[in-house]
């Protein structure tokens, strides 16, 4: 019987190999399912011009409120109708990556449960006033249930951080529109660019310094330098990165953001920093535009309108650091150096991570494609859409890491990198902001 089941389940494992949907990456996944998404909105607002799309309610200020806006019968369908498809999308993806069904399932109805009690936390009104936004809290229920014991298989099986944020990624290319990269001007791509260049360069050099090994190296510089979490995955994928290293710097890239988004408005009140020159610098340091808006708010409307443009101009930058990191790390050599190898288009093809082809491509479409009557109706449900993944993702982050690797990977030097890397980021950009939003484009 042993020999019988060996010469049957050959066939079967063929059969999957000459499937070429098996054969698709999780990049390639999150760019279809993410696509999908934006093209099926488009359709039904192009077929519906005068159709207005529903969106979770999820602001609150009191129990009443929290019961009444909420907790209603059609606002609860509208959530588990987003629900079902996201399963259904992510089943068919994950399905083709190897994912055990039975198991995904109910991790998936977990996390997804989960990610919305966050959105929903998040959504009361005197926390969204300081500032505490979804992110912060969907990592903290992941990370008391990755670190509270060992996660059972079955959640495990469906924490799939990477393609989470991936898909959300591709998703958020619809707002990254030309129209925002040319109201943020001259100062604000100067800024964006000297800032990326400068604490990406530094970082890694610190990091090398605390002898952090490059391919930790990389994924923390892009993550300080760029935008946290997504620039991260970005340049993990670039790559091909450890997956533990990459969820160890996407927990410190929320865990230091939490007191960041408390302290740099603080500051900039204390100091009566001008409200332009204070967005341009939380636009800067903050990790998504989001959190940016959040600590903003607290400043002031010009030091958030400043904020995220300079976060718009900064999150364009993600598909020209996926390109350059790929191109430089298959030419560069084990010990650091460049100039070892010299490999062709196809490898430089490889590393790169295919999922910014998708967020580079909405980011087109919805710029110079679509009617800006269209991109209008579409946007409220498609960051709708967008934040409910990455609400997944930030629940997956907290179950895959854990608190003990932070200070015991490497013993602790990427932590103490990281954290250098954010200080130096902090006061590099307040010096540019001031430069350019103080005093040059005053």
Not at 142 to 163: H, K, M, Q, T, V
Not at 201 to 218: A, C, N, P, T
Not at 263 to 290: C, E, K, S, Y
Not at 325 to 342: E, L, N
Request: aromatic letters at 12%.
């Amino acid at each position: 019987m042993p020999e019988l089941a060996s010469v049957t389940a050959v066939p079967q494992d063929a059969a999957q190999k000459k499937s070429a949907l098996f054969s698709l990456t999780e990049d390639w996944w999150a760019t279809i399912v993410g696509g999908f998404i934006l093209l099926t909105v488009l359709a039904i607002a192009i077929a519906n011009p005068d159709m207005k799309f529903a969106t979770p309610a999820l602001k609150w200020d009191s129990g009443a409120s929290l019961v009444q806006n909420v907790f209603t019968g059609a606002n609860l369908l509208l959530i588990g109708g987003i629900g079902i498809a996201y399963l259904l999308l992510s089943s068919v993806a994950t399905y083709y990556q190897g994912a055990d069904f039975k198991k995904y399932l109910p991790g998936f109805v977990v996390i997804f449960l989960l990610g919305i009690c966050s959105l929903v936390i998040a959504g009361n009104a005197t926390l969204n006033y300081y500032g505490l936004e979804y992110v912060i809290f969907a990592l903290i229920i992941g990370l008391l249930l990755g670190n509270i014991g060992e996660p059972p298989a079955w959640l495990r099986e469906a924490a799939r951080s990477e393609f989470f944020i991936k898909t959300g990624l591709v998703i958020l290319g619809s707002s990254i529109l030309f129209e925002n990269i040319v109201e943020a001007g001259l100062p604000g791509l100067i800024q964006a660019v000297v800032v990326v260049a400068a604490v990406w360069v530094f970082s890694l050099w610190l990091s090398r310094k605390l002898k952090v090994d490059d391919e930790f190296g990389v994924i923390l510089a892009s993550a300080v330098s760029i935008c946290g979490v997504s620039a991260a995955i970005v340049a993990s994928g670039a790559i091909q990165g450890d997956k533990r290293k990459l969820s160890y710097v996407t927990t410190l890239v929320l865990l230091v953001a939490i007191p960041m988004m408390v302290l740099q408005p603080w500051i900039i009140r204390i100091f009566d920093i001008p409200a332009v020159v204070g967005g341009a610098w939380l636009g800067g340091t903050l990790d998504t535009t989001a959190s940016v808006t959040a600590a903003a708010q607290m400043v002031g409307p010009e030091a958030v309108n400043t904020g995220v443009i300079i976060k718009f101009s900064q999150n364009v930058l993600i598909g020209v650091a996926a390109f350059f990191i790929a191109i430089w790390w298959s030419y560069r050599s084990k010990d650091g150096k460049s100039g070892a190898q010299h490999p062709g288009l196809k490898i430089v093809w490889e590393r790169f991570p295919k999922f910014v082809l998708g967020f580079i491509a909405a980011s087109l479409l919805f710029s110079f494609v679509i009617s800006p009557a269209v991109v209008q109706q579409t946007s409220g449900v498609l960051n709708s859409l967008r934040t409910v993944w990455f609400a997944l993702a930030f629940v997956s982050i907290g179950i895959e890491a854990r608190f003990s690797d932070i200070m015991t990977m490497e013993g602790g030097r990427p932590a103490l990198a990281f954290i250098g890397a954010q200080v130096f980021n902090i006061l590099w950009t307040l010096l540019w902001a001031f430069i350019l939003f103080g005093y040059l484009f005053k």
